[in-house]
């Protein structure tokens, strides 16, 4: 039988988290059940059995994430607290342990999603399912990577980077995947017909996700037709949206797009009154990265970058802006569409990109890509 | 102590005199309060009949009542149900339980039985009785009114005066103590009102700490486009469900003989809102403000509600369903049984009652007069007497709310299993199956649900003993409310230790409906389910439920939940609940 944990443990796999045949991964039903038999199975078993969850996952990461995340914990022992915004929001921080000890693990369980144990890796869980430990290995990945680079550049630009960092930076170097040259062509459009719009919505997230331009469930796309916006539904895999999108009708007469994206009030701000009509919500790492990297330390604001800003900052041509997910007063519903009024993208602080197109997701595209491409660009520039 | 007052009211009404009970600190933090006291103080009066004078009607708020901490206005009322005979209680928002903490009081429990038809007037440690004999025959509304400036107030109407199995309490006018017929608990005390209101605070123990959790909370809850989207919960109400259980094919219509109703487009939420302009109304201590009522106080209904009155009754006009939503409430009977019993009768009578039946068979039943007096005892005793027991759609006898289970088999193994009867709250697996919170799961399959539905169970029963509105966990979770727990309280705990409270609580509940006799043999669906498709369409297939399968996924629920094979309580498992 086909377990919810096989298959997420290829998505690890595939994703280049982790490297084949170092996921320890139980479910339970009745009885635990594991992916495989290792001589740490029965210390996860009882922590297994110390909590009341669906699913337990260990792994050491793959490099470059190993190297970095050793690097992070073993110098921010016991907690490490993270920058970007999305994944702060809901892991909070990552307890780290020195001991693969089960009590300890469990005390650290009992309180928080993960936990990141020194020289053997990160374990998580699932309250519900085997997806949930999945997103949460998946978002301290992700959130470990930006942290890293971004304090790195910090710490090289003062002239406070020690030997023990640069040599991480080094052997993450040599791990790193380098940036292709990407030329995917997505469906052309104006579309004809609903199908075509499901299509090519669908199409327009699986390019997004194998290049590394987002995460596990983070990000969405939307298309508006007929005035109805097609847009990812919340917690979706940008990869697998065949049926995970939502029609939402911009008149709002229907609110059968209450499971969509939680920035669909964004995406319609943007669509609403605007010759918009392609949206494409990314997290790549070098953009998150460099809008975190601000010099003005006498700023009133430093403790508030990702609501308060006031600066004009740009990455190059692309204006970046603070904002929070969802609704209220520091949302991004009420910074990105302006930014994006006169650009074809925008950055929010810590966050992600926005990228819009009139036509079709080619455009957009396109400018996720080039946008991610000057910002890793210009990280190595400033290193 | 923080967060707890440390001190239960107890009222005997045939003495008129009241006391004060101090539990003290272990068993606050074993039960935290809500429905995990007040199941505290039930357990031993379970196996009492219902209108045993003996028998206790319990509310009782939660630590966080009164706190800054997000949707903490809400409470639990119980008793054994009138209607089902298991544990009752219901979660109930308003003002009241904020109101009860300021009083001083974590919890009231009323006893015994008036001679005559009286009120309780609650003010800090002052508690006086009145002669509420005038008030009999009155609706809640007119009550309410007549109560005013006394402080927030319980009341009951004319359904419960007449018998109604349904009947509910209405709280600040507003808010319905809905299910399982609690309101025939206050008229079998010869009870009509109370009201309270207080002039103290709620001791924080950590009010950094717990200005750090609201923070958190809040951000999950603007994050969560359930709660707080452009369509969500905030702008439109539960109301906002509406669409989506139709475009999933699984809204109950014609008495749950179809899925899916044709005029959803004409009966959804934003019809209500263009028609009759709602303004955001919502409980104390609460930013999300679901409730929605008209510039003339009139409030609009429930999703549960909206579904009941339209489709299953195959009815068309919102002014029908606003005025059936009205009139259940003035009446004080419970919308969802209302509409289901309705629907039962329109299918024993073989025809589509009209907007005027709907509103006349309403007001019949609360006042106990015609067909009304026979609807009145609920749409499973109406049935069976006319000899047509399939046509009522209950579990344990209470009548199943708006989601059809052949669309979401979490939802039916949960409706199955629930101890207070066919109830959606208990484990409320939509949040997973059809809203995608905390995670999507795969609706038409049970597998890995009965560990879904045991870990929501206890994860609710935390919520409802915190108190804690259900809403705001499509957004936050136990994690960050064990933050404001802990900063309230001054006790430390996680969010992995509330869970295992909310296991013992859920447990106690299952320890009193086994010993009242329920098991394996009342945690089971109705035939239809079993028997007949739902309506496909859409590239959505709804088929009948494999009963196979159901039984499979009912038996690994007894498994993850400690029961034994019939659904009965195992030794071992209430001494290590330590529930003995």
Redesign the interface.
């Known amino acids: 039988m086909k377990r919810?944990m096989h298959i997420f443990e290829n998505k690890l796999i595939e994703q280049r988290l982790i490297a084949e045949d170092t996921a320890i991964f139980g479910?339970?039903?009745?009885s635990i059940v594991w992916n495989r038999t290792t001589r740490l199975t029965d210390i996860l078993e009882s922590v297994f059995n110390s909590?009341?969850?669906?699913s337990l996952l260990y792994s050491r990461p793959a490099e470059p994430y190993w190297s970095l995340l050793e690097y992070l914990c073993e110098s921010s022992f016991p907690v490490l607290h993270l920058r970007d915004n999305e994944t702060r929001?809901?892991l909070?921080d990552i307890p780290i342990l020195r001991d693969f000890d089960p009590a300890a693990i469990s005390t650290e369980?009992?309180?928080?999603?993960s936990v990141y144990v020194l020289g053997h890796g990160i374990v998580t869980h699932?309250?519900?399912?085997s997806?949930?430990a999945f997103?949460n290995y998946s978002s301290i990945c992700f959130s470990a990577f930006v942290k890293f680079f971004a304090d790195y550049l910090v710490h090289i630009r003062a002239g406070e980077a020690s030997a023990a960092e640069k040599e991480t930076m080094k052997r993450v170097l040599d791990n790193l995947s380098p940036m292709n040259e990407i030329n995917d062509k997505l469906l052309t459009g104006p579309f004809a017909t609903e199908e075509d719009v499901y299509r090519a919505v669908s199409e327009a997230g699986k390019p997004v996700v194998r290049h590394g331009l987002v995460d596990s469930v983070m990000g969405n796309v939307s298309y508006l037709w007929n005035g109805v916006l097609f847009i990812s539904?919340?917690?979706?895999f940008l990869d697998a949206l065949e049926k995970c999108i939502d029609p939402?009708p911009i008149d709002?007469?229907?609110?059968?797009?209450?499971?969509?994206?939680?920035e669909?009030?964004t995406h319609?701000a943007i669509v609403r009154g605007t010759s918009k009509k392609a949206v494409l919500h990314g997290h790549p790492k070098f953009s998150v990265i460099m809008s975190l990297f601000c010099e003005k330390h006498d700023c009133p604001n430093i403790d508030a970058c990702n609501t308060k800003c006031v600066e004009q900052r740009y990455l190059g041509d692309i204006p970046i802006v603070p904002g929070?997910?969802?609704?209220?007063k520091f949302?991004i519903v009420n910074t990105v569409p302006p930014a994006l009024a006169d650009s074809r993208g925008a950055i929010v602080y810590g966050h992600g990109v926005f990228t819009t197109g009139a036509v079709d997701f080619n455009e957009p595209f396109q400018n996720l890509v080039d946008i991610e491409s000057m910002a890793r660009t210009g990280y190595f520039n400033l290193i | 102590m923080h967060g707890w007052t440390g001190r239960i009211l107890k009222i005997d009404l045939d003495s008129k005199k009241v006391s004060e009970e101090n539990p003290g600190k272990g068993v606050y933090e074993k039960y935290i309060g809500g429905k995990g006291l007040a199941g505290y103080y039930l357990k031993d009066h379970i196996t009492k009949a219902w209108n045993d004078p003996e028998m206790p009607l319990l509310l009782f708020n939660g630590p966080l009542s009164g706190t800054q901490s997000p949707t903490s206005g809400r409470m639990t009322v119980m008793s054994r149900s009138p209607q089902t005979g298991t544990v009752g209680d219901a979660s109930v928002g308003g003002k009241f339980g904020t109101r009860m903490k300021n009083a001083g009081w974590d919890g009231i429990i009323i006893t015994g039985r008036s001679g005559s038809p009286c009120g309780i007037e609650i003010s800090d440690d002052r508690v006086s009785f009145t002669d509420a004999s005038l008030l009999s025959g009155k609706l809640t509304g007119e009550i309410s009114s007549i109560l005013g400036e006394k402080g927030s107030s319980a009341v009951t109407g004319p359904a419960s005066e007449n018998g109604v199995k349904f009947s509910s309490v209405i709280f600040d006018r507003h808010y319905a103590a809905g299910r399982n017929g609690l309101g025939l608990i206050f008229a079998a005390k010869n009870l009509k009102y109370i009201t309270v209101k207080g002039t103290g605070k709620t001791e924080v123990a950590d009010p950094e700490g717990l200005k750090k959790a609201r923070e958190d909370i809040l951000r999950l809850a603007a994050a969560s486009p359930v709660v707080m989207g452009e369509l969500g919960i905030t702008n439109y109400g539960t109301a906002a469900i509406y669409d989506l259980m139709d475009s999933r094919r699984m809204m109950p219509t014609d008495n749950f003989r179809k899925t899916h109703f044709d005029h959803a487009k004409e009966m959804n939420a934003a019809v209500y809102k263009h028609k009759y302009h709602p303004k955001r109304y919502g409980c104390m201590g609460c930013h999300i403000l679901c409730k929605k009522m008209t510039e003339q106080g009139e409030a609009l209904p429930e999703f549960e509600t909206m579904n009941h009155f339209s489709s299953l009754l195959l009815n068309t006009d919102t002014d029908t369903v606003m005025e059936a939503n009205r009139l259940c409430n003035e009446m004080g009977m419970d919308t969802i049984s209302a509409g289901a019993t309705l629907a039962a009768y329109s299918e024993i009578r073989g025809k589509i009652l009209s907007g005027d039946e709907i509103v006349r068979l309403i007001a019949d039943i609360g006042l106990g007069r015609g067909n009304g007096k026979a609807l009145g005892a609920g749409s499973f005793d109406y049935a069976a007497a006319m000899g047509k027991p399939e046509a009522s759609i209950t579990v344990k006898k209470l009548e199943l709310p708006a989601y059809d289970p052949r669309g979401a088999y979490g939802m039916a193994l949960g409706y199955a299993v629930s101890t207070r009867g066919g109830c959606h709250l208990r484990a409320y697996p939509i949040g997973s199956e059809i809203l995608r919170k905390p995670v999507p799961t795969d609706r038409f399959s049970f597998s890995g649900k009965s560990m879904i539905i045991k870990i929501s169970e206890d994860a609710n029963a935390v919520v409802d003993s915190l108190t804690a509105c259900k809403f705001i966990f499509f957004g936050a979770s136990l994690e960050e409310y064990a933050n404001a727990y802990s900063a309230v309280t001054g006790c430390e705990t996680s969010g992995q230790e509330l869970l295992r409270i909310g296991e013992r609580i859920y447990y106690a509940q299952r320890m009193m409906n086994a010993a009242n006799g329920f098991s394996s043999v009342h945690d089971d669906l109705p035939a239809r389910f079993f028997n007949e498709d739902g309506s496909s369409g859409n590239g959505i297939e709804i088929s009948r439920i494999n009963r196979d399968d159901f039984i499979a996924a009912r038996s690994l629920y007894y498994s993850v939940r400690g029961l034994d094979e019939n659904g009965i309580p195992r030794k071992e498992m209430v001494k290590e609940l330590g529930l003995t």
């Open positions: 919810m479910e339970r039903e009745g909590l009341n969850i669906s929001t809901f909070h369980l009992r309180r928080r999603k699932g309250t519900m399912t997806e949930q997103v539904q919340t917690g979706s939402c709002n007469s229907s609110c059968a797009g209450i499971t969509a994206s939680t669909l009030p319609l929070e997910s969802g609704t209220g949302a």
